[in-house]
């Protein structure tokens, strides 16, 4: 029996910003609910939501939901709850949004209301196609750096990701701290080291060159001191005055946010590191970039193709 067709609870938003969408409730990991994109099910839109407001976990055949230290609380059948399990008909409020949790129907596909994104299978086909060529001399670059090399991984990215840091016992630590950090350990921003002559950084940019995985960086500074610092980058204000999360360890986000940023942005995101290393939108280009006179100087050079 498929995933799709297995017996279960899920969970649909009856009144909101996404109101008729459903997520499926994992077996495997907890569901996460908030407006952050981290979240499972994210409602950016909701402004009433927390970042990460509450959990539904799957426990030895039960549906414990789980509030998240969330602002204004979670309502279950309309009582605040910290930590309740649920039962098919139950009705959950968090922030604006009403959710209903319901059984789900045999063979019926559970998708968002937005276009699916593409499978992992038709994604690990494309980076084969598009960043591999390149892995090696990527590798032979980073390989280069006088300081130590360190990497921001998106666990969430790539389930190979998580396996890979297990089997590797190179020193990583998730950038989340608390609750939130154990919440979120297999799926958020991870921090790794990659000494000299590591094996894991072949395997990093052999698997995901090309479908970022992370950002690269080196710095003097130890490890604790980096998590720090970076840590320090995961909450921004928006125009708005309102915080958001800052995927500054997406090569999509950062290539593109370095550039415009002032003298004072760049004086604080370069104060531990030396340099932010990763792939171009070409994955036959490599990207680095350092900081002088308050601005960020961006350094592109072509990588040799494989094969």
């Not at 979240?39 to 039960?62: C, M, N, P």
């Not at 959710?99 to 129907?105: I, P, Q």
């Given at each position: 029996?498929?995933?799709?067709?297995?017996?279960?609870?899920?969970?649909?938003?009856?009144?909101g910003?996404?109101?008729?969408?459903?997520?499926?409730?994992?077996g495997?990991?907890?569901?996460?609910?908030?407006?952050?994109?981290?979240?499972?099910?994210?409602?950016?839109?909701?402004?009433?939501?927390?970042?990460?407001?509450?959990?539904v976990?799957?426990?030895?055949?039960?549906?414990?939901?789980?509030?998240?230290?969330s602002?204004?609380?979670?309502?279950?059948?309309?009582?605040?709850?910290?930590?309740?399990?649920?039962r098919?008909?139950?009705?959950?409020?968090?922030?604006g949004t009403?959710f209903?949790?319901?059984r789900?129907?045999v063979g019926r596909r559970?998708?968002?209301?937005?276009?699916?994104?593409?499978?992992?299978?038709?994604?690990r086909?494309a980076?084969?196609?598009?960043?591999?060529?390149?892995?090696?001399?990527?590798?032979?670059?980073?390989?280069?750096?006088r300081?130590?090399l360190?990497?921001?991984?998106?666990?969430?990215?790539?389930p190979?990701?998580?396996l890979?840091?297990?089997?590797?016992?190179?020193q990583?630590?998730?950038?989340y701290?608390?609750f939130?950090?154990e919440?979120?350990?297999?799926?958020?921003p991870t921090?790794?080291?990659?000494?000299?002559g590591?094996?894991l950084?072949?395997?990093?940019?052999?698997?995901?060159?090309?479908?970022?995985w992370?950002?690269?960086?080196t710095?003097?500074?130890?490890?604790?001191?980096?998590?720090?610092?970076l840590?320090?980058?995961?909450?921004?204000?928006?125009?708005?005055?309102k915080?958001?999360?800052?995927?500054?360890?997406?090569?999509?986000?950062?290539?593109?946010?370095?550039?415009?940023?002032?003298?004072?942005?760049?004086e604080?995101?370069f104060?531990?590191?030396?340099a932010?290393?990763?792939?171009?939108?070409?994955?036959g280009?490599?990207l680095?970039?350092?900081?002088?006179?308050?601005?960020?100087?961006?350094e592109e050079s072509?990588?040799?193709?494989?094969?």
């Amino acid at each position: 029996m498929s995933e799709d067709q297995e017996a279960g609870l899920v969970l649909r938003v009856i009144s909101g910003p996404l109101a008729g969408q459903t997520a499926r409730i994992p077996g495997d990991r907890p569901l996460l609910v908030g407006r952050a994109p981290e979240s499972d099910l994210s409602i950016t839109s909701d402004g009433e939501l927390s970042a990460l407001h509450f959990s539904v976990e799957q426990i030895d055949g039960s549906y414990l939901l789980r509030d998240l230290g969330s602002r204004n609380g979670t309502h279950v059948n309309r009582e605040r709850a910290r930590e309740v399990s649920l039962r098919d008909g139950d009705e959950i409020r968090a922030g604006g949004t009403l959710f209903a949790v319901a059984r789900r129907e045999v063979g019926r596909r559970y998708a968002p209301t937005e276009p699916a994104p593409p499978s992992r299978r038709a994604r690990r086909t494309a980076v084969l196609a598009t960043g591999a060529p390149f892995a090696a001399s990527a590798r032979a670059r980073l390989r280069q750096e006088r300081s130590p090399l360190f990497a921001v991984l998106d666990a969430a990215r790539d389930p190979r990701i998580r396996l890979l840091l297990g089997e590797a016992g190179e020193q990583t630590a998730s950038l989340y701290t608390g609750f939130q950090g154990e919440i979120l350990a297999d799926v958020g921003p991870t921090l790794v080291h990659l000494p000299h002559g590591s094996r894991l950084l072949d395997a990093l940019v052999d698997g995901g060159w090309g479908d970022c995985w992370g950002v690269f960086l080196t710095s003097d500074r130890p490890f604790g001191d980096v998590r720090k610092h970076l840590r320090r980058f995961l909450l921004v204000e928006s125009g708005t005055g309102k915080q958001q999360y800052f995927r500054f360890y997406d090569p999509r986000v950062l290539r593109g946010f370095l550039p415009t940023c002032g003298p004072r942005k760049i004086e604080a995101l370069f104060e531990e590191v030396e340099a932010f290393t990763m792939e171009a939108e070409d994955p036959g280009k490599l990207l680095r970039f350092t900081a002088r006179g308050g601005k960020a100087l961006r350094e592109e050079s072509a990588l040799e193709r494989e094969g």
